[in-house]
C-alpha cells in the first residue's frame, strides 16, 4: 500500500456510504430474479413508451433460456450478442446467464473484418444479432469454428404499433410486422421462434458466484483487443458498489436512462445489473438522441442518468432551448472521460441535480472510483476508491515500487470488481494482473493524502472518442493498405467537450499522391465510424525512437503546440 494511502479516503465518503460491502453470494440470475418477486408488477423496461414489467421480464428470460438451450447453449458456453440497447438485449443477456453460459456483448456497429476477430477468438456457435446485422454473422470470415446459429432479433418489434407507422415503413412490410410475419435474415431464426417452447425446467442448474459471466473485449496497448473475463462476482459487486455509493436511491421507483450502449462496459454494469438491482425503470435508447431523450423525459423523465460528458452537455443544452424540465435528475454519473468543469455547471444548473465524475475500466466491471455524492466531490479529480477497493500508485517501470504520496505513478487498483484475466491470454493475463490481485491500469495518476485520485496521463496511449476506446494500431494497420501510404501513426487529439478527435499522419512513398478521403474511405469499409480519422495529415517524415518504432507521444506533442 502507498504510504500515507491507508483508506484516507473514506472520510470523505458520503453520509451513510460504508468502507465495505458484503462479499457477494449467488449470481446475476439470482439479482433478477429477486428484482421479479419484489417489483413483480412494476414497470422494468420503457422501449418508445412499451412498457415490460418485471414479472413479464422474468417471464421472457425464462423462454428465451428454454430456445438458447434447444439450439444447444450449456453451461460454459459462449454466446455472442450483436445488439443495440432494446428489450430483447436484457432478455438475452440473462437468458444466456441463466444457462451458466457465457455473454459476449459486440458492437451491432462493427464491421464483419472487426467482428470475425472477436468471433475467431471466443468461438461462440450461438449468436443473438441485430436483423440489420444478422446476415453478416452468418457469413463472418475464416473462422475456425463456425456460428451454427444466429437468432435475429427486429427491434421494430418492442415498438408500440403507432411508433412502427410513425417511422414511415412501406405498407406492406408494416402489415408484416403486426402479424409477426417478418422474413428473418438468410440462415437465421426469429427471435419470436426463441420464446416459443415453454420456460426452462426450473431443475437446470444455473450459475455461481465463480463463474464467468461474460467477455468484455477492450483495447489493449497493442495488438488486437482482449476479452476481460468478468465473472458474476466482480458484476455483482460492481452493483452493489454502486448501489452504496449512491445514498438516496429509491428501490422501485427510480429511472434510469439507458442511453450509454449497453455493449460497452459502462453500460452493462451501469444499466444492466445496477438498474435491475434497483427494481428501477430502464428507458431504452437504441443509440444516443437528442431528441427522443428529451421526448421520452416528458412522460417519464430520469432521476439517474449515467453518460458520457458529451451527452450531458448536448442534453442540457437543448433542454435549456426547448423548455424541457430535467429537474427530477437527481444523480448523475459521468465516466470514460474527462469531464469539462463547464459542462458540470451547466448541467447542474439546468436540472439542480448533482453531476459527479467517476473513473474504470473493463477490467474493473468497470467501476473502481468516484467523486463522493454530495459536498465532498472534487471536480477536476475522478474521486476516490469504491467501498471494499484498494489503489496503489507505483512505479511504472518497477511495480513493486510504491510512489509517495502526491508523485506520479501508475495506477493499481484491487477489489472485488477486479476482472480474472483476458480470454486465452495468459501472458497478457500475468503482465496486468499482479500478485496479490493487483491490476495494472496503464494509467498515471496523482493521488494526494486524501486519497482523490487525478489522471495525468495514459501509458496505453488509447484514444477516447465519445466514450468508446479507439486502438491506434488498429487504425494505422488498415491506413497503411492504402496505395502509396509508407507509414502511419494515429494519434486523438483533445476536444472542448473531454473528447478525442481520430487523426492519423500519414508518410508516403516518393512522388505519390495520397487523397485524404481516399484513406477516410479505406477506413470506414474497414472500422466502425467512431475509429475513422477525423482528419488525415501528410508529413515528410515521422518521429521515431532508436529501434525505429514511431514516437506517437511526440507527433501528439508537435500537432497540440502546433
Same mark, same amino acid.
Given at each position: 500500500?502507498?504510504?500515507?494511502?491507508?483508506? =484516507?479516503?473514506?472520510?470523505?465518503?458520503?453520509?451513510?456510504?460504508?468502507?465495505?460491502?458484503?462479499?457477494?453470494? !449467488?449470481?446475476?440470475?439470482?439479482?433478477?430474479?429477486?428484482?421479479?418477486?419484489?417489483? !413483480?408488477?412494476?414497470?422494468?423496461?420503457?422501449?418508445?413508451?412499451?412498457?415490460?414489467?418485471?414479472?413479464? #421480464?422474468? +417471464?421472457?428470460?425464462?423462454?428465451?433460456?428454454?430456445?438458447?438451450?434447444?439450439?444447444?447453449?450449456?453451461?460454459?458456453? +459462449?454466446?455472442?450478442?450483436?445488439?443495440?440497447?432494446?428489450?430483447?438485449?436484457?432478455?438475452?443477456?440473462?437468458?444466456?446467464?441463466?444457462?451458466?453460459?457465457?455473454?459476449?456483448?459486440?458492437?451491432?456497429?462493427?464491421?464483419?473484418?472487426?467482428?470475425?476477430?472477436?468471433?475467431?477468438?471466443?468461438?461462440?456457435?450461438?449468436?443473438?444479432?441485430?436483423?440489420?446485422?444478422?446476415?453478416?454473422?452468418?457469413?463472418?470470415?475464416?473462422?475456425?469454428?463456425?456460428?451454427?446459429?444466429?437468432?435475429?432479433?427486429?427491434?421494430?418489434?418492442?415498438?408500440?404499433?403507432?411508433?412502427?407507422?410513425?417511422?414511415?415503413?412501406?405498407?406492406?412490410?408494416?402489415?408484416?410486422?403486426?402479424?409477426?410475419? =417478418?422474413?428473418?435474415?438468410? *440462415?437465421? =431464426?426469429?427471435?419470436?421462434?426463441?420464446?416459443?417452447?415453454?420456460?426452462?425446467?426450473?431443475?437446470?442448474?444455473?450459475?455461481?458466484?465463480?463463474?464467468?459471466?461474460?467477455?468484455?473485449?477492450?483495447?489493449?496497448?497493442? *495488438?488486437?483487443?482482449?476479452?476481460?473475463?468478468?465473472?458474476?462476482?466482480?458484476?455483482?459487486?460492481?452493483?452493489?458498489?454502486?448501489?452504496?455509493?449512491?445514498?438516496?436511491?429509491?428501490?422501485?421507483?427510480?429511472?434510469?436512462?439507458?442511453?450509454?450502449?449497453?455493449?460497452?462496459?459502462?453500460?452493462?454494469?451501469?444499466?444492466?445489473?445496477?438498474?435491475?438491482?434497483?427494481?428501477?425503470?430502464?428507458?431504452?435508447?437504441?443509440?444516443?438522441?437528442?431528441?427522443?431523450?428529451?421526448?421520452?423525459?416528458?412522460?417519464?423523465?430520469?432521476?439517474? $442518468?449515467?453518460?458520457?460528458?458529451?451527452?450531458?452537455?448536448?442534453?442540457?443544452?437543448?433542454?435549456?432551448?426547448?423548455?424541457?424540465? $430535467?429537474?427530477?435528475?437527481?444523480?448523475?454519473?459521468?465516466?470514460?472521460?474527462?469531464?469539462?468543469?463547464?459542462?458540470?455547471?451547466?448541467?447542474?444548473?439546468?436540472?439542480?441535480?448533482?453531476?459527479?465524475?467517476?473513473?474504470?475500466?473493463?477490467?474493473?466491471?468497470?467501476?473502481?472510483?468516484?467523486?463522493?455524492? *454530495?459536498?465532498?466531490?472534487?471536480?477536476?479529480?475522478?474521486?476516490?476508491?469504491?467501498?471494499?477497493?484498494?489503489?496503489?500508485?507505483?512505479?511504472?517501470?518497477?511495480?513493486?515500487?510504491? +510512489?509517495?504520496?502526491?508523485?506520479?505513478?501508475?495506477?493499481?487498483?484491487?477489489?472485488?470488481?477486479?476482472?480474472?484475466?483476458?480470454?486465452?491470454?495468459?501472458?497478457?493475463?500475468?503482465?496486468?494482473?499482479?500478485?496479490?490481485?493487483?491490476?495494472?491500469?496503464?494509467?498515471?495518476?496523482?493521488?494526494?493524502?486524501?486519497?482523490?485520485?487525478?489522471?495525468?496521463?495514459?501509458?496505453?496511449?488509447?484514444?477516447?472518442? !465519445?466514450?468508446?476506446?479507439?486502438?491506434?494500431?488498429?487504425?494505422?494497420?488498415?491506413?497503411?493498405?492504402?496505395?502509396?501510404?509508407?507509414?502511419?501513426?494515429?494519434?486523438?487529439?483533445?476536444?472542448?467537450?473531454?473528447?478525442?478527435?481520430?487523426?492519423?499522419?500519414? =508518410?508516403?512513398?516518393?512522388?505519390?499522391?495520397?487523397?485524404?478521403?481516399?484513406?477516410?474511405?479505406?477506413?470506414?469499409?474497414?472500422?466502425?465510424?467512431?475509429?475513422?480519422?477525423?482528419?488525415?495529415?501528410?508529413?515528410?517524415? #515521422?518521429?521515431?525512437?532508436?529501434? !525505429?518504432?514511431?514516437? +506517437?507521444?511526440?507527433?501528439?506533442?508537435?500537432?497540440?503546440?502546433?
Amino acid at each position: 500500500m502507498t504510504a500515507g494511502l491507508e483508506h =484516507t479516503w473514506v472520510a470523505h465518503y458520503a453520509e451513510g456510504v460504508p468502507a465495505e460491502i458484503d462479499p457477494p453470494i !449467488g449470481s446475476l440470475v439470482d439479482l433478477l430474479t429477486e428484482a421479479v418477486a419484489t417489483y !413483480g408488477p412494476r414497470p422494468a423496461l420503457e422501449f418508445f413508451g412499451a412498457e415490460v414489467t418485471y414479472s413479464e #421480464l422474468g +417471464r421472457r428470460v425464462e423462454l428465451a433460456a428454454e430456445g438458447l438451450r434447444l439450439l444447444g447453449v450449456r453451461a460454459g458456453d +459462449r454466446v455472442a450478442l450483436v445488439l443495440p440497447n432494446c428489450p430483447e438485449h436484457i432478455v438475452a443477456f440473462y437468458a444466456v446467464l441463466r444457462l451458466g453460459a457465457v455473454v459476449v456483448e459486440h458492437n451491432p456497429l462493427y464491421t464483419p473484418t472487426e467482428m470475425a476477430h472477436q468471433f475467431g477468438d471466443h468461438g461462440a456457435t450461438v449468436a443473438v444479432a441485430w436483423d440489420k446485422v444478422a446476415g453478416a454473422v452468418t457469413q463472418l470470415p475464416d473462422l475456425q469454428h463456425r456460428v451454427q446459429h444466429v437468432v435475429a432479433v427486429d427491434i421494430t418489434a418492442s415498438m408500440p404499433w403507432a411508433k412502427r407507422v410513425a417511422l414511415r415503413l412501406p405498407v406492406r412490410r408494416a402489415r408484416e410486422m403486426r402479424a409477426q410475419l =417478418t422474413a428473418p435474415s438468410t *440462415g437465421t =431464426t426469429p427471435w419470436s421462434d426463441l420464446l416459443a417452447h415453454g420456460p426452462l425446467d426450473p431443475s437446470v442448474p444455473g450459475p455461481s458466484v465463480e463463474d464467468l459471466a461474460a467477455i468484455q473485449y477492450t483495447s489493449g496497448t497493442t *495488438g488486437h483487443p482482449k476479452g476481460a473475463m468478468l465473472s458474476h462476482g466482480n458484476l455483482l459487486a460492481n452493483a452493489a458498489q454502486g448501489r452504496a455509493w449512491v445514498p438516496g436511491m429509491r428501490p422501485g421507483q427510480e429511472v434510469v436512462y439507458a442511453v450509454l450502449p449497453m455493449f460497452h462496459a459502462y453500460g452493462l454494469t451501469l444499466c444492466l445489473t445496477f438498474a435491475m438491482s434497483t427494481g428501477a425503470r430502464l428507458v431504452l435508447f437504441p443509440k444516443f438522441d437528442v431528441d427522443l431523450v428529451l421526448a421520452a423525459a416528458k412522460k417519464h423523465p430520469p432521476t439517474f $442518468l449515467p453518460a458520457v460528458p458529451p451527452i450531458y452537455q448536448r442534453l442540457a443544452t437543448a433542454a435549456r432551448e426547448r423548455g424541457v424540465d $430535467l429537474t427530477a435528475t437527481r444523480f448523475a454519473i459521468s465516466g470514460a472521460m474527462a469531464l469539462p468543469r463547464e459542462t458540470l455547471e451547466l448541467w447542474e444548473d439546468v436540472t439542480g441535480g448533482l453531476l459527479v465524475e467517476g473513473y474504470g475500466l473493463t477490467e474493473t466491471s468497470p467501476v473502481a472510483i468516484g467523486n463522493p455524492i *454530495g459536498s465532498e466531490r472534487r471536480p477536476g479529480a475522478v474521486g476516490v476508491p469504491f467501498p471494499s477497493t484498494d489503489i496503489r500508485v507505483v512505479d511504472p517501470d518497477d511495480p513493486t515500487r510504491d +510512489r509517495p504520496v502526491g508523485e506520479r505513478g501508475e495506477l493499481l487498483i484491487r477489489g472485488p470488481q477486479v476482472f480474472g484475466g483476458y480470454w486465452g491470454k495468459p501472458e497478457e493475463t500475468s503482465a496486468a494482473l499482479l500478485d496479490g490481485g493487483w491490476f495494472r491500469t496503464g494509467d498515471i495518476v496523482v493521488v494526494d493524502a486524501d486519497g482523490f485520485v487525478s489522471v495525468v496521463d495514459r501509458i496505453k496511449e488509447l484514444i477516447i472518442t !465519445g466514450g468508446f476506446n479507439v486502438m491506434p494500431s488498429e487504425v494505422e494497420a488498415v491506413v497503411r493498405t492504402v496505395p502509396g501510404v509508407t507509414d502511419a501513426a494515429v494519434v486523438g487529439l483533445p476536444r472542448p467537450d473531454g473528447s478525442e478527435d481520430v487523426v492519423a499522419v500519414v =508518410t508516403t512513398e516518393p512522388g505519390a499522391e495520397v487523397d485524404v478521403e481516399d484513406v477516410r474511405a479505406r477506413c470506414r469499409s474497414d472500422l466502425a465510424a467512431y475509429k475513422v480519422p477525423r482528419r488525415v495529415l501528410v508529413v515528410d517524415e #515521422l518521429p521515431r525512437s532508436q529501434i !525505429g518504432k514511431v514516437l +506517437r507521444k511526440q507527433v501528439r506533442d508537435s500537432l497540440i503546440g502546433g
